[in-house]
């Protein structure tokens, strides 16, 4: 990862959630956030509880969070941010990404050109 660009990025609350998380689950070392073909958009994002990280995933670390991003997640994920929302009608994450060209209302899934 260069200096200068960070292809992927975690907000503070995204990682306070995920911190809390991992604290409430021993077995899990990090949060994985995958890019896969699917959903209403042809992509979708999928968050999973992991202990296990691939030699080339990206390694995110922030206030006691781990996310794992595999290399063809990155891809799409370049310039995003990991974001977490608690509102009224829910507590979900969501990622704010800049490379998404449409989305379907929940925002699981995009598409890119």
Partial sequence: MSDTMTPF???PAAAARVA???RAEPGA???RVEVLAGGCSGLQYKFDLTDTQAPDDTVLERGGATVY???VSLDFLAGAELDFKDALMGAHF???NPNATSACGCGTSFSVD
């Fill in 9 to 11: 990025s975690i907000s």
């Fill in 20 to 22: 809390e998380i991992l």
């Fill in 29 to 31: 070392r990090a949060l």
């Fill in 69 to 71: 991003v595999d290399p």
């Fill in 94 to 96: 969501l990622v704010k």
